[in-house]
Each structure stands twice: as structure tokens, then as C-alpha cells.
């Protein structure tokens, strides 16, 4: 019998060791696409995803990264490149997701969220689940909701006319919105006029005067330069937390064994904390140089912010008539919301003792 030397034996073993992982690296590529740029917090999540998949499956995930329109330009189009699987992962808004999920617009139901520590401790949880059933029953298994993270912060009310402290101050401002009809039924409730303006028209539409205000996050505001075209007053009511939709092929993901499986479930719990940070680091820098070019912040008092939600209140009722499975996913929201509610004041009672 031949005996192989120690060193031909390692030799040897490398040989198949180096073969069995040309056969298993990049067995799976991930197509992940994000219609943003790379300033934007979608891009610092893919990224952070695409390190950890890529290096927690040992090359066995290979991660692709298509920033902009290359591979889809709206939501209707990528996530039908999500059901057909020419794209794996998309991220979407809730109104970039509507048309196909309409109960996904109860992210923007206003002022059910009340800071970033409710906000994330909701979305980390089974309401994201709850959510993932319904878009997988919806789209015959199709397409499979991974998580839900943040893409600019919070809505606040933006104006070009005057300091806004309460409903009574947006009576008859003409606010931008986009056509879902939800955003346009509060700003309704609300005393203003919705006036639905593609988001490439925006700044134009404020210089002249065709619309006096919007509903934005500050990073979009001073990304957009919206303070040039005369944006010069913010009030911070937080009414909405600008949720971010990721999806994936439900096939390409089951098509894995169950520890690779396990890797995508981790990046994407890694990305969902990407997302959660980016924008409150972005938002420092943005605030400040909204204020130093001559921009006004109004924080409303604990009252006037009563008066935001009770004058916003009948949007509950028209969501949970109006929308498919408007009434199932609010009562989860709410739910979730006042199980982290209650979770952070006992948390809230020891820390401070």
C-alpha cells in the first residue's frame, strides 16, 4: 500500500478542502436592489448585510448590490421582479408597497408610535411576523417580508409659510403627499389640502407656490435642498416612523438549507439596526444645518401634540373600514405598541431605581 508522506497528506487534504469550497462558495447570489443612492440609510443597511451574509455563510452567499433604477424604477415594478425572482431582496416604503399590500400603509397611521424605543421594539417583533403572514398569503407565497427598518427618521410636518403648533396652524396650507389615499385623508383631518406631486417635482412645486408643505423626515429636507426652494419651518410632531419594507424572494430563501437560512434571518437583523441608527447620526448634522441657514424647528408641547392626535383620529376608523386588512393589522399594531410600551416603563422603573 502507498503511504503518503505528512506533508502530502496535508498537501492532499488542502487540495480537497480548497475543491469543496470552490463547490460551495457563491452556491447562492443574493440580486438585492434599493431605489436610493449611497447616502441614503437603505444603502448602509445592504451593506452591513452584504459583510455579514457574505462572511458568516463563508462564501457560500455571494451578495449583489444594485443601488438606483438598474434593475426596477417603483414599487409595483420591483416587487413584481421579487415574485418572478429576477430581484431577491427589495426595500420598499409602505406607500412604495400599497398598491400591492394596502394594509402595509399602517405604518403611517399617525402618532400610534411615540419614539424611536417603541418604534424599534415593535418592529423587531412578531407585528413584523404578523405582517409577513399576510404578504405571503397575499402573494400566493410569493414574497416574503424579512424585516422592517427606518429610512430617514420621522415624518414631521414642513412648511414654507409659518410656525406650525397646532392643527389649527395647517388649516389651508396645501401639503405635498403622495397618491395613496391614506397620507391624503390626514393631512384632510387635519384642516390642510392634500396635493399629491410627483417627489421629483417637489422642489420646483415649493418655489412656485403650487405646494406650501410636506410630510418629511429632515434628512430627505436637507438632502433635497428644500430649504433653497423657501421650506423654512418644521414642526417636530413625529407623526409617522418612516418604516422601511424589505423583501425577498420566498423561494430563493426556501430553496436554502436551514443554516444558510439562518445567516439571511441574522443580516437582516443586522441590517434592521443599521437602519435604526443611520438616520439618528444623519439627523444631528441635518438639523443643525437647517437651523444655521435660517430654518425654524418648533417642538409642540405634550398638549398640542394631544391636539395632533385627536384632530388625526378619524383616520383610524377610515383605515380600518377602507383598507384590506386594515382592521387585522391595526389591532396588531396597537397591540404590539402597548406591549412596548409597557415593556420600557418596567424596564424604565428598574433603571431608575
Known sequence: MLKLTFKAMMAAAALMGATAMTATAQEYTIRATANSNENDEDYDGLVVFKNFVESASNGAVAVELFIGTQLCSNGAECLQGVADGSIDVYISTSGGAAGIFPYVQVLDLPYLM?????????????????????????????????????????????????????????????????????????????????????????????????????????????????????????????????????????????????????????????????????????????????VAGGGSLYVPTPAEKAEFREAAAPVYDWFKGNVTGGGEIFDALVSAVASAEADIAAGLASDLN
Do not use: C
Request: charged letters at 25%.
Open 114 to 290: 411615540a419614539n424611536d424605543r417603541v418604534a424599534e421594539n415593535v418592529l423587531a417583533g412578531d407585528f413584523t411576523r404578523k405582517m409577513r403572514e399576510m404578504a405571503l398569503a397575499d402573494s400566493d407565497g410569493a414574497i416574503r417580508l424579512m424585516t422592517i427598518g427606518n429610512t430617514g427618521g420621522w415624518r414631521n410636518f414642513a412648511n414654507t409659510k409659518r410656525v406650525v403648533r397646532n392643527p389649527g396652524d395647517l388649516e389651508g396650507l396645501k401639503i405635498r403627499t403622495v397618491v395613496a389615499d391614506l397620507p391624503q385623508e390626514l393631512v384632510r383631518a387635519l384642516g390642510a389640502s392634500p396635493t399629491p406631486i410627483p417627489w421629483p417635482e417637489l422642489f420646483t412645486s415649493f418655489q412656485t407656490g403650487v405646494v406650501e408643505g410636506s410630510k418629511n423626515g429632515i434628512t430627505d429636507i436637507m438632502g433635497m435642498k428644500f430649504p433653497d426652494a423657501g421650506l423654512q419651518y418644521v414642526t417636530l410632531d413625529g407623526h409617522a416612523y418612516m418604516g422601511a419594507l424589505w423583501w425577498m424572494n420566498n423561494e430563493k430563501f426556501l430553496s436554502m438549507p436551514e443554516e444558510l437560512r439562518r445567516v439571511i434571518v441574522d443580516g437582516f437583523a443586522d441590517l434592521q439596526q443599521a437602519t435604526f441608527a443611520s438616520p439618528k447620526r444623519k439627523s444631528i448634522q441635518a438639523y443643525a444645518d437647517f
